[in-house]
């Protein structure tokens, strides 16, 4: 027999913005730590990420009907401390009053301390690693059950996060957007990281089991071929890498700076930012489950 959840358009779009959102939290942290003059930016973060994660969380809640009919059934999830969903209500609950007063301090012209950013950082990096391994208790799909998969969730979080910082700042704070050299740098980085955990998932993912085969295989080479190398691979991974590489790397500072270096950027993240949700559709969507055998099946 074979163990199939269904997890639909509601939790491929809560694991995206959940990440992002620790993303956007994760960039204003970075910001305010080698770029303290870039506050619009940091606000931006800041503002991005209560707000991403919140809706991807009322997304979860209107996925889990029983939930809704039965809101008592939520603090359930706080009763098994060896659970992993009980660990992710405690990160996203945690996580969002870190943001929410990250927000609530910038907005009334207040810094924000440096125990709120080192807080937040942390509670960003387990909430961008949970959505991984959210998936990863599903032991019957090679795919989720990987060690591999909440790092790679991470590192895509971050890139995404930083992808939409950096998006809104192209439109209204290009001035700070200019001064920002290291934290680019950094981000330009990030889809690398992605492309070579991703190829390594795949790899390893191949050779775990049958299913694992034609998961990978219905990737590189099936039904998800086109999504997967167009959509993911190419747009949102190669693309933005080769933009950004010819503009931080090879472009004279002055055009770097100019409007038109500007929008080729705002392509790139938005790349970024289909490469980050086509990867959660993907990975949701591709993972063929292990066939289980009964004794009284043979």
Not at 95 to 119: E, H
Not at 140 to 159: E, M
Not at 205 to 210: A, L, Q
């Amino acid at each position: 027999m074979s163990f199939e959840p269904v997890w639909g358009a509601p939790i491929v779009w809560y694991l995206f913005l959940a990440g992002l959102g620790a993303g956007a939290f994760a960039t204003s942290a970075f910001l305010s730590w080698r770029h303290p003059d870039a506050t619009s930016m940091r606000r931006t973060g800041y503002l991005i990420a209560p707000i991403a994660v919140g809706i991807g969380l009322v997304l979860l809640m209107l996925d889990a009907e029983a939930g809704l009919h039965d809101p008592l059934r939520f603090a359930l999830l706080l009763s098994n401390p060896l659970s992993v969903m009980t660990w992710g209500v405690v990160f996203l609950s945690l996580f969002m009053l870190a943001a929410l007063a990250a927000l609530v301090l910038t907005l009334a012209g207040r810094s924000v301390p440096k125990w709120v950013n080192v807080a937040g950082l942390a509670l960003a990096v387990c909430v961008a690693m949970y959505t991984g391994a959210l998936l990863g208790v599903c032991r019957p799909y090679s795919l989720w059950n990987s060690a591999l998969l909440p790092i790679l969730f991470l590192v895509s979080a971050f890139s995404s996060g930083a992808a939409s910082v950096l998006l809104a700042s192209v439109g209204f704070h290009a001035e700070e957007f200019n001064r920002v050299g290291v934290f680019k740098k950094f981000h330009f980085y990030l889809p690398v990281a992605e492309l070579l955990l991703l190829a390594s998932l795949l790899f390893v993912t191949g050779y775990v089991s049958d299913a694992g085969w034609q998961t990978a295989t219905s990737l590189v080479a099936g039904e998800y071929a086109l999504m997967f190398w167009l959509g993911l691979v190419g747009f949102g991974l190669v693309l933005p890498t080769a933009l950004e590489t010819w503009l931080l790397f090879f472009s004279p500072r002055e055009f770097e700076e100019s409007r038109k270096a500007h929008w080729i950027s705002f392509g790139s993240d938005v790349g970024v930012l289909v490469g980050g949700f086509m990867l959660r559709l993907l990975i949701v969507s591709a993972a063929v489950p292990i066939t289980i055998i009964q004794p009284w099946m043979l």
